[in-house]
């Protein structure tokens, strides 16, 4: 990995821990920060890991021994470089880290969720059906992270995602399309961002389809990682 590689995959990995650490936040979880990682002591929320690599360096003995490492527990191996097996962890999957450059304002139709009720529709719709207050409406105080949204022309969420700005990137994740038009969605969520989060670079992570879909948006695998789940 280059260094320019390098600065890209470290930025997507601090913002989609700092995204994490949010979402924890709003369920009363307060994690742990340090060079290498950002950590929970306490269970995560599901779907959300209990542990965020942020250093290639981490070693399994600093990760493991700071979260409930109970089967269930999983850890996001930022930079696809530990070996959690003797700790009983198997892979999950892996994924890439992918950038963007900023985008421009294309037609518009994407607008931030506002209310709490937006956000129960948002999260609905999102899960197909089966939402379940994973998303607080708590998550709606802090600007620093918005959910976006497309309707259609009967004012039904339709597509969306969630939108994390950090100090050099913002992170795309949760992208959804109910008709499963993943490039229409890529597009919207895209000009969203460059009239929302103006001028900064576009960060976040796939696989397989859903991978294919973003470099068709313009973005740059930058650096593989792996999720880890205790068996």
């Known amino acids: 990995m280059d260094i320019e590689q390098d600065v890209r995959v470290r930025a997507a990995a601090r913002n ?60 996001k191996d930022s930079f696809a470089a530990l070996d959690l097996t003797a700790d009983g962890f198997d892979v999950l999957f892996d994924a890439q880290w992918i950038h963007r450059p900023a985008p421009e304002a294309g037609e518009g139709g994407w607008e931030p969720v506002r209310t709490e009720a937006e956000l129960a529709e948002w999260e609905q719709a999102w899960s197909d059906g089966d939402g379940g207050g994973l998303f607080p409406s708590a998550l709606l105080a802090d600007d620093t992270h918005a959910f ?22 913002v992170g795309v994740s949760n992208l959804f399309a109910a008709d499963g038009d993943l ?49």
Do not use: M, Q
């Open 148 to 169: 976006l949204a497309a309707r259609d022309a009967a004012g039904r969420i339709v597509a969306g995602a969630v939108a994390s700005r950090s100090d050099t990137v």
């Open 183 to 231: 490039d229409k969605a890529w597009a919207g969520c895209l000009d969203a961002l460059a009239r929302h989060r103006p001028g900064l670079d576009v960060v976040g992570y796939e696989s397989g389809d859903d991978l294919a879909a973003a470099v068709r948006a313009g973005f740059t695998p930058v650096g593989e990682l792996r999720i880890w789940l205790r068996r």
């Open 16 to 75: 989609n821990a700092e995204w994490c650490a949010a979402l924890c936040r709003a369920h009363g979880i307060t994690g742990a920060w340090d060079p290498r990682a950002w950590t929970s002591a306490r269970r995560t929320p599901p779907l959300y890991p209990d542990a965020v690599t942020l250093d290639p360096g981490a070693g399994p003995d600093e990760i493991v021994g700071r979260i409930d490492a109970s089967p269930g527990a999983s850890v």
